[in-house]
């Protein structure tokens, strides 16, 4: 497949194939080449940079991690897909070289997203699938954390009840954390808390929702995110709030999508981000459903365009 080619890697990436210290640190130096100059990969895939070593570490100080990071504000807004998929490839060679079978995993998941993210949602379920070889020897967090990309991807294919069985695994291997012997609780504890977990479990079911599928486990969850998201997470909230508004809209309280895009419209002011734009697109493909049929619709659909127009981004109809 032609995401997890790496014939066509750097030179430097084979510089020293024998020696898994020097692969571990290429690992990290070809994620953070994304990001040198333009924060590729937290740009695409809402990650951030933050080096150190793994809990369960003992002596390799050169076994970094990349992991969430609560103090950016990482986007899609670059759009370098090329690119980080050429970065991604590398550092899989390296994880897969180096034996750091966490690392190939988070490589692999963050693949995965990208490629749901471009309509690639068997490449994501493969990319998953081969994430999941030996997961016994992942944190509880991270075989939580496959599932929900994996939930994502059934669901772009309109497989609802594999996406809620993915769902469902997610929440369970999540709340078998236990923080005393879960060597990534030190990692993602803050950013992974339960708002985390039912933001993108909702998500994960989302594109089945809109099609009338698990859409009130969906809007539950999504819910129950906008309203436990600390006020540090206003980005998180606000994708919640504009899928939410979507969900409403289609298959719910109509009154209710209106007042919540609005309140989306209002937060997304403050955000330049390709993520938002493309939830605001689809918020205004589903307000032609109420268009003639709900008052406060037809000005909702303007707001929305000319929030389009005003982010300098490709203008869509009233």
């Known amino acids: 497949m032609a995401v997890l080619d790496v014939g066509l890697l750097h030179p430097a990436v084979k510089a020293a194939p024998g020696d898994p210290e020097v692969l571990r640190d290429l690992v990290q130096r070809s994620l953070a080449l994304a990001g040198h100059s333009h924060d590729t990969v937290a740009e ?21 991690r990349y992991q969430p990071n609560s103090g950016q504000t990482p986007q899609f807004d670059a759009g370098f897909h090329a690119e980080a998929d050429q970065y991604f490839r590398i550092g899989l060679y390296n994880a897969e070289e180096a034996g750091a079978w966490w690392l190939r995993a988070d490589v692999l998941t963050h693949m995965a997203r ?27 967090l991270r075989r939580s954390a496959l599932c929900i990309v994996e939930a994502r991807a059934f669901s772009e294919l309109g497989e609802a009840r594999e996406a809620t069985r993915s769902v469902d695994r997610a929440v369970q291997f999540f709340q078998e954390v236990d923080d005393r012997d879960d060597p990534d609780w030190e990692i993602y504890s803050d950013f992974f808390s339960e708002a985390q977990l039912n933001g993108d479990t909702g998500h994960g079911l989302w594109a089945v929702a809109v099609q009338g599928l698990e859409t009130t486990n969906a809007m539950t969850r999504l819910e129950a995110a906008i309203d436990s998201y600390p006020d540090r997470y206003a980005r998180s909230r606000l994708f919640c709030m504009a899928r ?3 969900l409403m809209l289609l298959q719910g309280d109509p009154d209710e999508g209106v007042a919540l ?6 937060a997304a002011q403050e955000v330049r ?13 589903a307000t032609a459903v109420r268009r003639d049929t709900h008052p406060g619709v037809a000005g909702l659909r303007r707001e929305l365009a000319a929030a389009h127009r005003g982010n300098n981004y490709a203008e869509i109809g009233t």
């Open 273 to 285: 981000s390709m993520r938002v734009r493309d939830d605001l697109g689809k918020l205004h493909s």
């Open 114 to 140: 990208q490629a749901v993210y471009l309509d690639r949602a068997d490449d994501a379920l493969t990319l998953i699938g081969t994430a999941k070889i030996r997961e016994d020897r992942l944190s509880s």
């Open 44 to 64: 695409l895939l809402g990650v951030g940079l933050r080096h150190g070593r793994h809990p369960s570490s003992k002596d390799e100080p050169s076994q970094d």
């Open 261 to 266: 895009a609005r309140q989306a419209l209002a």
């Open 244 to 246: 939410l508004a979507t």
